[in-house]
């Protein structure tokens, strides 16, 4: 089966760094997104790996390491604004997007 | 125009009504999505339109039903739903299809009695 876990919720505090980790199990990989989804809104893309390092756009990047089905998406200098649900995303062989259930983030000032 | 629409923002509606759920992208994207989301859950897909024709069908029940008039136009026709089917129902559009990364309308959270 196809399968992708992250941890629930997580808690961390204003002005700090995060680590959001996911691992995966899928039929194939063709790449691998993270997206970010407020309460009651549509999901925002942050990021896609499809080879192996480190991706970095300003406060966020991500990692991944196909050999470890293995991705984390790291928060720097944490703001309130950054409260919020962060999906995992793989795409298959078939080019299908599977979900993670995402974890939700809180910020404590 | 770099968003996806939807309309309307939300629908509340009983089992015997027949409503339509609009989505609308003018990013010249020639594959468009329909996602279903329960509370805390992640986007279920439903469907996929390439270029205008259907290419996946999640498996959904004959109660919804898509629609793709045009390449920027996506509705979603709704009849005889049940209270389970309550949830945010999300649009998304990509480039050309799964390989691009997909852009996602508001949503329409739809309530049935």
């Known amino acids: 089966g196809q399968n992708i876990d992250q941890p629930t919720e997580m808690t961390a505090t204003e002005g700090a760094i995060v680590q959001i980790n996911c691992t995966y199990q899928t039929s194939g990989f063709n790449g691998l997104f993270w997206y970010q989804q407020h309460a009651g809104e549509a999901p925002t893309f942050l990021s896609y790996?499809?080879l192996d390092g480190l991706e970095e756009k300003g406060r966020f990047s991500s990692f991944l390491s196909r050999s470890k089905g293995y991705s984390y998406l790291l928060l720097k200098e944490l703001q309130m604004k950054d409260s919020a649900s962060y999906l995992c995303a793989v795409r298959d062989s078939n080019y299908q997007l599977i979900w993670g259930a995402g974890t939700k983030l809180i910020i404590k000032p | 125009d770099t968003e996806v629409t939807q309309t309307p923002k939300h629908l509340v509606m009983g089992m015997t009504n027949k409503k339509s759920l609009k989505c609308e992208q003018h990013?010249?994207?020639?594959?468009m999505y329909w996602y279903k989301q329960k509370a805390k859950k992640p986007p279920e897909l439903m469907f996929v339109y390439s270029y205008e024709k259907l290419s996946i069908n999640e498996s959904v029940p004959s109660r919804f039903s898509p629609e793709c008039p045009n390449s920027s136009l996506l509705n979603l026709h709704l009849h005889a739903l049940q209270p389970e089917d309550s949830a945010l129902y999300l649009c998304?559009?990509?480039?050309?299809?799964?390989?691009?990364?997909?852009?996602f309308g508001p949503g329409t959270r739809l309530t049935v009695l």
């Open positions: 998304a559009s990509s480039h050309e299809g799964a390989a691009d990364e997909q852009f």
């Open positions: 790996n499809v």
């Open positions: 990013m010249g994207h020639r594959a």
